[in-house]
């Protein structure tokens, strides 16, 4: 089941699957999500054999189409951390075995980190530096073909995380948001201050 809705700050609708894990908080203009036990997006690269974790495709995600051209998806992100890779996540989908994930993610080291997950048939999975906080800013720029993860501590100054193709089509790409519990019995998920950007990341690596 589905449920499709309008966040008043993007300029395309989103739909939610499933519905009863998303939630809108007006006050914060804020979208939540209360991401149950035991979820994830993650093609295992080491194959079905391998000891890490197994494939899962079962996170729950609020995604649209935006419109055609460049475009910044920015949104702060704040987890209730529990339980190892619990996340909050932008989310860049083309197919379920094509997409890319943003991740705010609780470590192994149970320290808050922004992680970056880019799929093209299995997960390439990287960890980017470690937050002192719950909450920090993340951005989904598209660039031509190309897209980019910048992740912030204040929202202002942003660090060049991830630079990535996804494919040719990207008109068929739908972004958003997704939350995940891979080892436990669930988080909760606030995306808030998010923007959607109509125009061309000028620079990628000067912290604008």
């Not at 009863?20 to 209360?34: G, L, P």
């Not at 897209?147 to 912030?152: N, T, V």
Request: glycine residues 6%; proline residues 7%; aromatic residues 12%.
């Amino acid at each position: 089941m589905t449920d499709a809705f309008k966040l008043p700050a993007l300029p395309f609708a989103v739909t939610a699957s499933p519905p009863e894990v998303w939630r809108r908080d007006d006050t914060a203009d804020a979208v939540v999500a209360d991401a149950p036990a035991h979820t994830d997006f993650y093609i295992n690269p080491g194959g079905p054999d391998s000891a890490d974790a197994e494939t899962i495709l079962n996170a729950p995600s609020l995604l649209g189409s935006p419109p055609s051209g460049d475009f910044q998806l920015t949104a702060r992100v704040s987890v209730d951390f529990r339980s190892q890779y619990d996340a909050g996540v932008l989310l860049l989908w083309a197919d379920d075995k094509h997409w890319a994930k943003f991740c705010f993610e609780f470590s192994p080291a149970s320290s808050p980190m922004v992680v970056s997950v880019v799929t093209r048939e299995v997960s390439d999975d990287a960890n980017a530096f470690t937050v002192d906080s719950n909450t920090v800013w993340l951005r989904l720029s598209r660039i031509d073909r190309a897209y980019a993860f910048h992740a912030s501590t204040d929202g202002t100054t942003w660090q060049l995380i991830r630079f990535f193709h996804l494919g040719d089509d990207t008109g068929t790409h739908q972004i958003g948001f997704e939350g995940q519990s891979p080892t436990g019995e669930g988080c909760t998920v606030t995306f808030d201050r998010i923007t959607f950007t109509p125009q061309r990341l000028a620079e990628l690596r000067d912290g604008s």
